[in-house]
C-alpha cells in the first residue's frame, strides 16, 4: 500500500474531502503532530483510527521505524495539525525515504491557507511566492524586505500573532506603502482579513492579535511606476465622471494595468 499524505482543515472541520476521510477510517496507522488535536477531527467525522505521534521532534526517529512498516505492505497516512504535510509542517522527510525505497506515495489534496490567504487578500496574480514562516528578529526581516523590493508579484507568509506587530512594523519602515492583507483565523468563526498598506496595517495591530495568522504582501512597485500610477488614476478619475461607480472603475482600471485596485482607489478619494 503507498503512504497517502492527507490534506486536513485548515479551521473548520467541514473542509475535509471525502477522500481523505475514507483514508484515514481504513489507514492501519495515522501519523499525525498532535494526537488530540487529529482525535477532534476524527471524531466528529466519526472515525475510530490508531494514532501515532509524528512531529519535529520525533520525525527522524519515526521515519526509520515506519519505512520497514510501509515495505512490509501496511497501510499509513500520514496528516498534519492543519493543511498539507510537507508544506511548513513535519512530513518531507517520511516521503522522500518512502520514495527512496521505492514505496508509492499518494497525495490527497484539500485545504490551503496559503491559496485561501492570497484569494481572499485581493492581491492574486498569475504567480506567487510562499515564504514559509518569517524569519525571526530584526536584521534577517529588514533582508528579506531587501530581497522582496524587485519582486514583482504578491508573497504569502505565516506569521505568529506575537510577532505580527514587530513584523509589520518592519515591513513599514522598509516600505509604508506596500499593499498587505493580514488573514486572521481563516475559515474559522471569527475570520477576518483585514488589507490595507504596511504603515495602515502596522499602526491597526499595535498590539498582538488572537489567533493563526497569514500574511500576503502585495507586488513591489515596479521601477517607474510613479507616472503609470498617475496615468491610472487619471483613467479611475474618467470613468468616475462617466458614472461608473469608483470601486469598479479601480477594478477596471487595475485589471489592464496592474496597479493594484485597492490603491487605486484610495488614492482615487
Given at each position: 500500500?503507498?503512504?497517502?499524505v492527507?490534506?486536513?482543515?485548515?479551521?473548520?472541520?467541514?473542509?475535509v474531502?471525502?477522500?481523505?476521510?475514507?483514508?484515514?477510517?481504513?489507514?492501519?496507522?495515522?501519523?499525525?503532530?498532535?494526537?488530540?488535536?487529529?482525535?477532534?477531527?476524527?471524531?466528529?467525522?466519526?472515525?475510530?483510527?490508531?494514532?501515532?505521534?509524528?512531529?519535529?521532534?520525533?520525525?527522524?526517529?519515526?521515519?526509520?521505524?515506519?519505512?520497514?512498516?510501509?515495505?512490509?505492505?501496511?497501510?499509513?497516512?500520514?496528516?498534519?495539525?492543519?493543511?498539507?504535510?510537507?508544506?511548513?509542517?513535519?512530513?518531507?522527510?517520511?516521503?522522500?525515504?518512502?520514495?527512496?525505497a521505492?514505496?508509492?506515495?499518494?497525495?490527497?489534496?484539500?485545504?490551503?491557507a496559503?491559496?485561501?490567504?492570497?484569494?481572499?487578500?485581493?492581491l492574486?496574480?498569475?504567480?506567487?511566492?510562499?515564504?514559509?514562516?518569517?524569519?525571526?528578529?530584526a536584521?534577517?526581516?529588514?533582508?528579506l524586505?531587501?530581497?522582496?523590493?524587485?519582486?514583482p508579484?504578491?508573497?504569502?507568509?505565516?506569521?505568529?500573532?506575537?510577532?505580527?506587530?514587530?513584523?509589520?512594523?518592519?515591513?513599514?519602515?522598509?516600505?509604508?506603502?506596500?499593499?498587505?492583507?493580514?488573514?486572521?483565523?481563516?475559515?474559522?468563526?471569527?475570520?477576518?482579513?483585514?488589507?490595507?498598506?504596511?504603515?495602515?496595517?502596522?499602526?491597526?495591530?499595535?498590539?498582538?492579535?488572537?489567533?493563526?495568522?497569514?500574511?500576503?504582501?502585495?507586488?513591489?512597485?515596479?521601477?517607474?511606476?510613479?507616472?503609470?500610477e498617475?496615468?491610472?488614476?487619471?483613467?479611475?478619475?474618467?470613468?468616475?465622471?462617466?458614472?461608473?461607480?469608483?470601486?469598479?472603475?479601480?477594478?477596471?482600471?487595475?485589471?489592464?494595468?496592474?496597479?493594484?485596485?485597492?490603491?487605486?482607489y484610495?488614492?482615487?478619494?
Amino acid at each position: 500500500m503507498p503512504l497517502a499524505v492527507c490534506a486536513t482543515p485548515i479551521g473548520n472541520l467541514e473542509d475535509v474531502t471525502l477522500r481523505v476521510l475514507a483514508e484515514l477510517a481504513a489507514a492501519d496507522v495515522v501519523l499525525c503532530e498532535d494526537t488530540r488535536q487529529t482525535r477532534v477531527l476524527l471524531e466528529r467525522h466519526g472515525i475510530a483510527a490508531r494514532l501515532l505521534s509524528y512531529h519535529e521532534h520525533n520525525e527522524a526517529k519515526r521515519t526509520a521505524e515506519l519505512l520497514p512498516r510501509l515495505e512490509a505492505g501496511e497501510r499509513i497516512a500520514l496528516v498534519s495539525d492543519a493543511g498539507l504535510p510537507g508544506v511548513s509542517d513535519p512530513g518531507a522527510r517520511l516521503v522522500g525515504a518512502a520514495l527512496d525505497a521505492g514505496v508509492d506515495v499518494t497525495v490527497l489534496p484539500g485545504p490551503s491557507a496559503v491559496e485561501t490567504a492570497l484569494v481572499a487578500s485581493g492581491l492574486v496574480a498569475v504567480q506567487y511566492r510562499f515564504l514559509g514562516f518569517l524569519p525571526r528578529g530584526a536584521k534577517k526581516l529588514s533582508e528579506l524586505w531587501d530581497e522582496l523590493r524587485g519582486w514583482p508579484w504578491p508573497a504569502v507568509a505565516f506569521e505568529s500573532p506575537q510577532r505580527l506587530p514587530a513584523t509589520l512594523r518592519s515591513l513599514a519602515d522598509a516600505d509604508a506603502e506596500r499593499e498587505v492583507a493580514v488573514c486572521r483565523e481563516l475559515t474559522k468563526r471569527f475570520e477576518e482579513v483585514a488589507r490595507g498598506t504596511a504603515a495602515e496595517l502596522a499602526e491597526r495591530f499595535d498590539a498582538p492579535p488572537k489567533g493563526e495568522i497569514t500574511l500576503v504582501l502585495g507586488p513591489a512597485a515596479a521601477p517607474g511606476e510613479g507616472d503609470g500610477e498617475e496615468r491610472a488614476l487619471a483613467a479611475v478619475a474618467e470613468l468616475v465622471a462617466a458614472g461608473l461607480p469608483r470601486r469598479r472603475a479601480a477594478q477596471i482600471v487595475s485589471d489592464l494595468v496592474g496597479v493594484p485596485r485597492n490603491r487605486l482607489y484610495k488614492l482615487s478619494l
